[in-house]
């Protein structure tokens, strides 16, 4: 079981930068591979980013392809999500998911725990 708690949404202008960052409770974490997903009301989840578990393997939708930068610090049972340039599209709510398995996947079906979600606004 592996509990994620995410942190650092909040309200910044176009073009600017957050950090998310998103802790795992238990000492499996390493064994995870992590995503970023976001919905916004109406539409589905969607995949943003995923890191495999040695963080050697990244992978982004390409709408935030070059913007945004997913990392992970397996002594510190934390994965992290640099948003630069943001953009009011990327307005939404922002999970954090793990998997257990190997591949980093876009499909949500295939993580098997979520955190609560941090909300991301961004104004124009």
């Known amino acids: 079981q592996v509990q994620l708690v995410e942190s650092g949404g909040g309200l910044v202008q176009a073009g600017g930068s957050l950090r998310l960052s998103c802790a795992a409770s238990?000492?499996?974490?390493?064994?995870?591979?992590m995503g970023w997903f976001r919905q916004t009301p109406g539409k589905e989840r969607e995949f943003v980013a995923g890191?495999?578990?040695?963080?050697?393997?990244?992978r982004y939708t390409d709408y935030v392809a070059g913007r945004f930068s997913i990392s992970r610090d397996n002594a510190k049972n934390t994965v992290y999500l640099q948003m630069n340039s943001l953009k009011p599209e990327d307005t939404a709510l922002y999970y954090c998911a793990a998997r257990q398995g190997y591949g980093v996947t876009t499909s949500g079906t295939l993580y098997n725990y979520w955190g609560q979600g941090t909300q991301v606004t961004v104004s124009s």
């Open positions: 890191l495999s578990q040695s963080g050697s393997t990244t």
């Open positions: 238990g000492r499996t974490f390493s064994s995870y591979v």
